[in-house]
Nanobody
Framework: QVQLVESGGGLVQSGGSLRVSCAASGTIWFGNVMGWYRQAPGKQRELVATATSGGSTNYADFVKGRFTISRDNRRNTVYLQMNSLKPEDTAVYYC????????WGQGTQVTVAS
């Protein structure tokens, strides 16, 4: 089993920055994928960014150039640095780990005020 604990969400003005973090505990496999999804009210959950343990990253087009995903493999922690935030980035951000099965965090709210 894997447990994920997110932190760092909050309220920010448009154009501002936030960093969210997710610490994984339990049975963590080397070679897993960690990442972030988000879900806005009335919308489906969508992929934001992923990172492999080897350092490969993948981003949704709508965050390229603004968000940066990184991970600390020794701490089993993944980060999402969000810059130039827009009101449409408002959502609950969910951390996940894929290692055989998918494991999800409880979500952290990010609200961007216009």
């Amino acid at each position: 089993q894997v447990q994920l604990v997110e932190s760092g969400g909050g309220l920010v003005q448009s154009g501002g920055s936030l960093r969210v973090s997710c610490a994984a505990s339990g049975t963590i496999w080397f070679g897993n994928v960690m990442g972030w999804y988000r879900q806005a009210p009335g919308k489906q959950r969508e992929l934001v960014a992923t990172a492999t343990s080897g350092g490969s990253t993948n981003y949704a087009d709508f965050v390229k150039g603004r968000f940066t995903i990184s991970r600390d493999n020794r701490r089993n922690t993944v980060y999402l640095q969000m810059n130039s935030l827009k009101p449409e980035d408002t959502a609950v951000y969910y951390c996940y780990v894929r290692q055989g099965s998918d494991y999800w965090g409880q979500g952290t709210q990010v609200t961007v005020a216009s």
